[in-house]
């Protein structure tokens, strides 16, 4: 969007605003001609964006207004930008008879000098940050000979503002969701043209998520989705969350961290006891004899000389509860015919 034609936009949407707030209404909070909040942008002109107001209300002491490039915003009452300010080699005089939020004020170069796209003067708005919108320095008229014209405008990106002197970068950035393609910066080249080519901003979408073995996605079926576009899976019975069920189409065009879902865990040793959720079981009374993912078993071992019997401790990962390298698994003679003296029945060392 060009700077001068945003910014005479921008005149007559908040002609209308301050017409507005002169009768004290309150302003549609919705108002299709604010344009909306673009951040980076504002940023980029040094304004500082207040609370946005287009789902939630403002303090009592403040006002949803449009704030230019800020959007829908809480402004403070009765807000009012310094005055008088004073420019180097230029004038300012106010457009209204007061220098507060929504007003204008002309900025006029001195005879001789202009501003860096050749203009000799400039509008500036008092912002919701309690300062007035940036104007380009006015420089001497003969400087004027090492300037570029404005670099080229994109759509759904804006670029850094000037002075735009020969053998200087102005560097581009995209909208969210966009991805610049082409040069991100341009060179004011000594024949006064930008160098290499314009770039452009793309959207930017993310493929069709990947399955996730025994989840279920809950998306809307597309071929691309948008950036900011949320998607959820959901594991099946019996299986555990492991991540974040919320998945994300990032900026870069890809979903952020998918999930895992994990099986639980058949308890392997069946002749011996073992101690689970606290409590010392035989494997038939831990229910359908599986443990969950991420929970531990503790295993009894026989000691060197066989008299007593240490504990040992394994962890249920995805389907997997290893058996501990120390257990041995009694046989079913000892089983049946010895079950006291099993290894998870005889005295602990
Ligand atoms: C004109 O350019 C010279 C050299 O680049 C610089 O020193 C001077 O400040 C400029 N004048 C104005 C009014 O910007
Ligand atoms: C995409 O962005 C995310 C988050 O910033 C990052 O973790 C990931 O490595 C990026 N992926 C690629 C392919 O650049
Ligand atoms: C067997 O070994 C354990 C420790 O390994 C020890 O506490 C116990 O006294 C030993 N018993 C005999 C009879 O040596």
Not at 77 to 92: D, I, M, Q, R
Not at 128 to 145: V, Y
Not at 221 to 242: A, R
Not at 253 to 267: D, E, F, K, N, V
Request: a neutral charge; proline letters at 7%.
């Amino acid at each position: 969007m060009p700077r001068l034609s945003s910014l005479l936009l921008l005149v007559v949407l908040c002609l209308l605003y301050s017409e507005g707030t002169r009768e004290r209404r309150v302003s549609n909070v919705t108002d299709p001609k604010c344009p909306p909040r673009k951040r980076n942008m504002a940023a980029l002109t040094g304004q500082t964006c207040q609370r946005p107001c287009e789902r939630r209300g403002c303090a009592k002491s403040r006002t949803c207004v449009c704030d230019g490039e800020c959007g829908m915003s809480c402004i403070q009452s009765g807000l009012s930008c310094p005055w008088p300010v004073t420019f180097e080699n230029a004038e300012a005089n106010l457009a209204q008879d007061s220098s507060r939020f929504g007003g204008f004020m002309e900025v006029m170069c001195n005879p001789g000098f202009r501003m860096a796209n050749g203009q000799e003067a400039a509008t500036s708005r008092c912002q919701g940050d309690g300062r007035w919108s940036f104007t380009a320095p006015c420089e001497d008229a003969l400087n004027h000979s090492s300037l570029c014209k404005p670099p080229p405008e994109i759509e759904n990106g804006f670029h850094e503002d000037g002075p735009y002197k020969t053998g200087n970068e102005v560097h581009y950035w995209c909208d969210y969701g966009y991805q610049l393609k082409g040069p991100d910066t341009l060179l004011c080249q000594e024949n006064q043209e930008w160098s290499p080519v314009t770039p452009a901003c793309q959207p930017v979408y993310c493929s069709r998520p990947a399955n996730v073995a025994e989840a279920t996605l809950v998306a809307v079926h597309q071929s691309e989705y948008p950036v900011g576009t949320v998607i959820y899976y959901l594991c099946n019975k019996d299986f555990y969350l492991d991540g974040s069920n919320r998945v994300v189409c990032q900026e870069n065009g890809t979903w952020s961290q998918l999930p895992y879902c994990r099986a639980r865990c058949p308890i392997l040793a069946k002749r011996s006891r073992i101690i689970y959720q606290k409590h010392k079981l035989w494997f038939y009374e831990i229910p359908e004899g599986l443990v969950h993912h991420g929970e531990s078993v503790t295993f009894f071992c026989r000691s060197q000389n066989k008299t007593c019997s240490f504990r040992a401790e394994s962890q249920c990962f995805d389907g997997q509860l290893e058996l501990p390298d120390c257990y041995d698994e009694p046989t079913y003679l000892q089983y049946y015919l010895f079950p006291k003296r099993v290894v998870s029945e005889i005295p602990t060392c």
